[in-house]
């Protein structure tokens, strides 16, 4: 079969919805091909990895008519909306994972979908959004040689390295929780409120995704192919071990969030208590004397010192002892 040397530029157009497509050499490097390559593939010229946009109306005629998967495998590939899971065809081995959206002004939580399919000899992914997963794996077949000999070392790489990308987006969560305790400010509770409530829910959304992931990993492992070698199982075991902990760190970072929404409410209510409970001991102060000024005050015959021009001062000093009688007594009884 003739190829296209391994020196063409990696980013090859987009020819029809054939992203880019490559045979593996078997030492971790692999040469580029096209769809004419593509269409004549056989066993003999090696493993085979074509990565596809899934919209193209020549990619889904291309699976329908020529890539020789059922039409039921098909179906479940080309579905707009799918949950993680891996499914056994009569042909092969299909994956259907989300990994983390890191294209520009998107949000971590905005999982992209990768479909994956496998016999053991070729490996087909197709994806709808941008997904730097078979982008890094390519890197490392073109320019590093150090990719993946196999298709089955191939099939779970790309799992593998799915999963490693969502390490900083489950640590970002954790560096958030951090500067927010660390930030903590009664001042700016109404804000710290809402943001710790937009990242609880940015947590929820990826969790909800990942959960199932993870059983779909499992159930992977549970019944592996036979094209899945022994160093591919246990790489597979390591990956569904590593979403597990992620999972287990997303929940504890859920946790967090609402440990400090509950501190928060807690300061809150204790800084009301505090306000209420300096207003009652001013309360209980004045109320006396609200009580002399408000029996004296009144506009009736018989008001003692009417005459007496020294009876304001005189009625100021009992003022001042009834005051000072009652800051000793709520000082004995610890009032403040």
Not at 84 to 98: D, N, S, T
Not at 301 to 323: K, N, Q, T
Request: aromatic share 6%.
């Amino acid at each position: 079969m003739d190829q296209v040397d391994r020196t063409q530029p990696i980013d090859m157009p987009d020819d029809d919805g054939l992203l880019f497509g490559c045979i593996l050499d078997g030492q971790g490097g692999a040469s580029v091909i096209g769809w004419t390559e593509v269409e004549a593939w056989t066993d003999d010229d090696g493993p085979l990895w074509v990565h596809l946009e899934q919209d193209s109306d020549r990619v889904q005629e291309w699976l329908r008519r020529k890539s020789g998967l059922t039409p039921t495998t098909v179906d479940a590939l080309l579905a707009d909306e799918t949950r993680p899971r891996v499914f056994r065809g009569k042909r092969g081995l299909a994956a259907i994972l989300r990994g983390v959206n890191t294209n520009p002004g998107s949000e971590p939580d905005d999982l992209v979908a990768i479909r994956m399919w496998s016999d053991g000899k070729r490996v087909i992914t197709l994806r709808h959004e941008r997904l730097m997963t078979p982008r890094d794996i390519q890197a490392q077949l073109l320019e590093q040689e150090s990719g993946p000999a196999t298709a089955a070392q191939l099939y779970e790489r790309l799992i593998g390295r799915l999963i490693d990308r969502m390490a900083g987006t489950v640590a970002a969560y954790d560096e958030t929780l951090d500067e927010i305790e660390a930030e903590l400010d009664i001042a700016r509770a109404a804000d710290t409120r809402r943001r710790l409530s937009d990242l609880r829910q940015s947590i929820v959304l990826l969790r909800r995704y990942m959960s199932p992931q993870r059983e779909a990993l499992n159930s992977l492992m549970v019944e592996p192919p036979i094209w899945l070698d022994e160093q591919c199982r246990i790489g597979l075991r390591e990956t569904a071990d590593k979403l597990l902990r992620y999972v287990e760190e997303l929940d504890t970072a859920r946790e967090r969030s609402m440990v400090i929404k509950d501190d928060i409410a807690n300061q809150l209510a204790e800084s009301t208590n505090k306000t209420l409970y300096v207003l009652a001991i001013i309360s209980a102060i004045f109320l006396p004397l609200a009580f002399l000024t408000g029996l004296l005050g009144i506009n009736v015959g018989g008001m003692p010192g009417v005459e007496s021009p020294f009876a304001f001062w005189i009625f100021c000093a009992i003022m001042v002892v009834l005051l000072i009688l009652e800051l000793i007594l709520f000082r004995r009884l610890k009032w403040f």
